[in-house]
């Protein structure tokens, strides 16, 4: 039986394409909003950021998540609403209120 000619194609993506639909979602706040959340893989993670959940800096090299309301623009390049959350701060946020600078 012949062997099946390897194409290297696995696992590749066109330059400037979309990430995966499943990396992207969208989820409703308890404000009756929609949030786009997009995860942010550890590997990709290279400046650091203040988290509004917990106010707490998510440094370099940590995943996370990145959060911003799902009628903003982000193609335009306005980008003024994003925020990177830590992953469970952003999922527990129903159980605490926010801090002062997501308001």
Known sequence: MPRRRATGRRGRRLPGADPLPA???????????????????????AKTYRCPGCDQEIKPGTAHVVVWPADSDL???????????????WT?????????RWS
């Open 75 to 89: 193609a335009s390049g306005t980008v003024d609403d994003r925020r990177h959350w830590h992953t469970p701060c």
């Open 23 to 45: 990396s992207r979602r969208v989820e409703v706040g308890a404000d009756g909003y929609d949030y786009e959340v997009r995860p942010v893989a550890a590997a990709r993670a």
């Open 92 to 100: 527990h946020r129903a159980t605490r209120g926010p801090t002062r």
